[in-house]
């Protein structure tokens, strides 16, 4: 691997207006300029495509800084040490970093960022069953869900690097688990490869029906990634004292007017049913990263967990691979390799 | 006091269409037949008339038993034993129970009714301050909302039954508190009577940015006895890892359609600040409501707590006590005393 003379970057040319369009993207060069002290190169590998992109494109207030127009997107990568005038990094270091959608990434400390264990196994699963994505199952699952062994836990984008991965967690909790899905091939597929014991696809007209024949005991936990009337449809058969987890909002957070005549229709049902429903950020239990990542290590080395990988080649598919990830067409985890 | 040759009693005519009227109630009289085996007859003193009773009207599933029409309404009564055949009952005795809006009960068991000690006050107080009004407000704070000392907790109907109490003991555990009431007469009562840190009247175009003034650091714990769009108002000033106690739901319990055309407004925002919303019933705490009686009598008997009473004479108003409460028309726990 040798230095090129340019920073490929994804830019945000505009903000979307709904779901985001390839035209609201566009590819810009740089020149890269030589390293300062306490700084390293690190040449990006894999492009993690995540959920909460695309509430980071919109202008309200966000629990995080969002992206404007002109800046590069926002991206969590794993990429390769390639200069080093830092003391925690050598070349060859595998590294995972918010670096964001480009080539090339200054690595100046930022606390997010760490070196890998490659014993962990593909330097990918940093982004996702070792990384954002299992953390947040891990946690949002069991702190927050707190499923307990026979009650049955529902996940929205089960199929999802999230979901299919609460999905595998709430199974090995000794709970049934019903994956809500958006096709026929994902329902097979969590059923098959994740193990969940039923799944639904949603969208049609008798989704609440199958909903209750696939949980005729009701859900005591619903993991929620998606938001929207989906939510809705899910609460009437949640269980008195039930959980819900609100980990994303893929069916909301492109909305751009989200103003309505009453209050939340949740409200009866939460009072009547006794129902904890609680926002969750991932990032608030970073202390505690170690430790789930060595539990899903140790399931993952039992294969008694797996995450399916959709990759895309090439920084120019980081766009489309958004987009996939909005519209249901990723198979678990997205990724967009661009390097060797 | 003798025994009357009939029963009067409050009947619901037909179920109410939105708000209810007191065209939906009617009166009956019926024999007072004798009383059996295991069985005492109680005269109904104090009839408590709160925000439950409004769904309780409707035939949607709910977490108890509803009224159907031709039945008598229920109602939670203070009243007097006249006769008893039951060992745990003796002529006299002042007794608390789910009694019905009518002049005589026949007390059979039921695990809900209990002697009351007079040694606690007034006997009414087992319907208010010492009652399901002060066991919602204590448990549902401390337990649900779990209000740290420096924390800002807002009320909605801040100067009713359970408010006023909940704001109370909220200033006792160190808290900020902002009153959300229906008119300046409360907002003066709230902060002049119960101690409100302040308090702000809902209902005028700039009500968000009023309570932004009132609570410049921001919402920790929201007791929300309304629900409906003003809940969504209070939302945007509720801080990260807020609290919201779903209480009570007198904007929404009367409506015959929740319709709407999108999931709940929340979503995006309890995700965002990682707030904790969870629906509360204050049955559930029903083994500790000695612990929560024993707390608020202490803080009674130092003058630290205390909770108006609005009182209505005569069973043919117990109905119109019931509009007055939806409508906002009480003043702290509304009552009505159909007996000397």
Not at 3 to 12: A, E, F, K, M, Y
Request: hydrophobic residues 40%; glycine residues 12%.
């Amino acid at each position: 691997m040798k230095r090129t003379d340019g920073n490929h970057q994804v830019i945000l040319a505009k903000r979307p207006a709904g779901l985001p369009q390839l035209t609201d993207f566009e590819m810009r060069m740089i020149p890269l300029a030589p390293i300062g002290p306490d700084q390293a190169l690190v040449q990006i590998i894999w492009l993690s495509i995540d959920g909460f992109m695309i509430a980071r494109m919109r202008p309200e207030e966000n629990y995080a800084a969002g992206v404007n127009p002109g800046d590069v997107m926002q991206a969590y990568g794993v990429g390769r040490v390639t200069q080093s005038n830092r003391t925690d990094r050598h070349v060859g270091d595998f590294v995972f970093g918010p670096f964001g959608m480009q080539q090339w990434a200054i690595d100046d400390g930022n606390p997010m960022t760490r070196t890998l264990d490659p014993a962990f196994g593909p330097i990918q699963s940093a982004l996702g069953i070792q990384g954002i994505s299992g953390w947040s199952a891990y946690f949002g699952l069991l702190d927050v869900g707190q499923p307990k062994p026979g009650e049955t836990v529902a996940v929205s984008a089960g199929a999802g690097a999230v979901g299919a991965l609460v999905g595998q967690i709430a199974s090995l909790n000794g709970c049934k688990t019903i994956a809500i899905v958006g096709s026929e091939a994902k329902a097979a597929q969590t059923v098959g490869e994740y193990g969940y014991t039923a799944s639904v696809v949603r969208g049609s007209s008798d989704f609440s029906e199958r909903l209750k024949q696939a949980a005729p005991g009701g859900i005591d936990v619903y993991f929620d990634n998606v938001g929207g009337d989906l939510y809705d449809d899910v609460l009437e058969c949640i269980n008195t004292f039930g959980r819900v987890v609100v980990c994303g909002r893929l069916a909301t957070a492109h909305l751009t007017d989200t103003a309505q005549d009453f209050g939340p229709r949740d409200h009866n049902t939460l009072l009547v049913k006794r129902i904890r429903k609680q926002g969750f950020l991932v990032s608030d239990y970073a202390a505690r990263f170690t430790e789930a990542t060595s539990a899903i290590a140790a399931w993952q080395a039992e294969g008694k967990i797996k995450l399916a990988e959709d990759v895309l080649v090439g920084l120019g598919q980081a766009p489309a691979a958004l987009i996939r990830l909005v519209t249901g067409g990723n198979n678990g985890k997205q990724l967009v390799r661009i390097a060797e």
